[in-house]
């Protein structure tokens, strides 16, 4: 992450300003990305996404700092691949040029935060509900266990910045609470994690007038030594149950190797991935992934390529 501090005390004529920080990283991708299934449709294409994050924040003199977070991001992927949903995130463009996405802002004191516009929701922040990153592109995903049934920070889109998207973030010590809501289906979602000797313990819930929504979500993540362990299950509506274990443990200095495992009623296969994230120094690494079933069904996806960040 690179920052730009700006420290100044008349910006305009009538205000006064401690301080305020502009912060710019992120990252490029760049890599192959092959699909195989029975029926002999397989593809290999050159896969890419390049996103800039811009954080701006200013501090009162009572010491409340707001802020504001928007990203420039865009992807390369061909038609076929976009449509069959390979490796796509549905919370990114699908244009492939460089975009702006809506913009979160917060007001934050102490371990209260409230953000506005397009909002992280309680259920995507929920500890476990992301327990990896498979491989070079993410894949499908399968491994996030409420499956985008609730609001979410969209990094190429509006999110819910055009639905009135409001949350509330509290943390004290070991404990912390998430509330969201937005006009999107009326959602209004919550969630509660605890830590406690090196474990993270978080309950969720929802209430939507979409049935594909997410109802209840639960996790638990910690270390056994040698791998983190996260397991998570989401009542995912009218889609039914999704239980996710997934591990993540070092083969190297350099080294680590991430697997999945997850099961949902909506699939007619149990999703598997497996893959490995190399560190070349530098904010650089190679990164491959292979992973079948699930929103998958009998094609296979495997990815291999470079990642920078910057």
């Known amino acids: ?24 990283g992120g990252y490029g991708r760049f890599g192959i990305l092959y699909v195989s299934n029975d029926s002999g449709e397989d593809e290999t294409n050159l896969t890419s996404r390049w996103r800039l994050q811009i ?3 200013a501090e009162s003199d009572a010491g409340v700092t707001f802020g504001a977070r928007v990203r420039l991001e865009g992807e390369e992927r061909d038609d076929a691949g976009a449509r069959r949903a390979i490796a796509l995130d549905p919370n990114t463009n699908t244009l492939g040029r460089p975009v702006f996405n809506g913009v979160r802002y917060f007001a934050r004191s102490g371990g209260l935060e409230v953000g506005v516009g397009n909002i992280f929701g309680a259920l995507e922040f929920m500890p476990g509900m992301y327990p990896i990153d498979l491989g070079l592109t993410g894949h499908n995903y399968d491994y996030t266990a409420y499956n ?3 609001d979410a920070y969209s990094s190429g889109g509006l999110g819910s910045s055009g639905d009135n998207g409001v949350e509330v973030m509290y943390s ?73 274990l997934a591990g993540r443990f070092d ?26 994230n190399h560190d070349m120094g530098g904010g650089t690494s190679l990164r491959g992934g292979v992973s079948t079933g699930g929103s998958l069904g009998d094609e296979t996806a495997l990815d291999l390529g470079v990642r920078f960040n910057f």
């Open 55 to 57: 954080d701006t924040t």
């Open 251 to 276: 083969v190297g200095a350099s080294t680590n190797v991430e697997v999945y495992v997850a099961d949902a009623d909506q699939w007619d296969d149990t999703s598997f991935g497996i893959d490995f």
């Open 172 to 244: 004290f010590g070991d404990f912390s609470v998430h509330v969201s809501a937005s006009d999107t289906a009326d959602r209004i979602a919550a969630h509660a994690a605890y830590k406690w000797n090196g474990w993270t313990f978080a309950l969720g819930a929802q209430d939507s007038d979409n049935a594909t929504d997410t109802e209840f979500a639960a996790s638990v993540g910690g270390s056994f030594g040698i791998a983190d362990v996260t397991l998570a299950y989401a009542d995912n509506g009218t889609k039914g149950d999704h239980i996710v």
């Open 1 to 24: 992450m690179k920052k730009v501090l700006f420290a100044t005390t008349a910006l305009v004529a009538t205000a006064s300003v401690a301080a305020a920080d502009v912060t710019f």
């Open 148 to 150: 985008f049934g609730g």
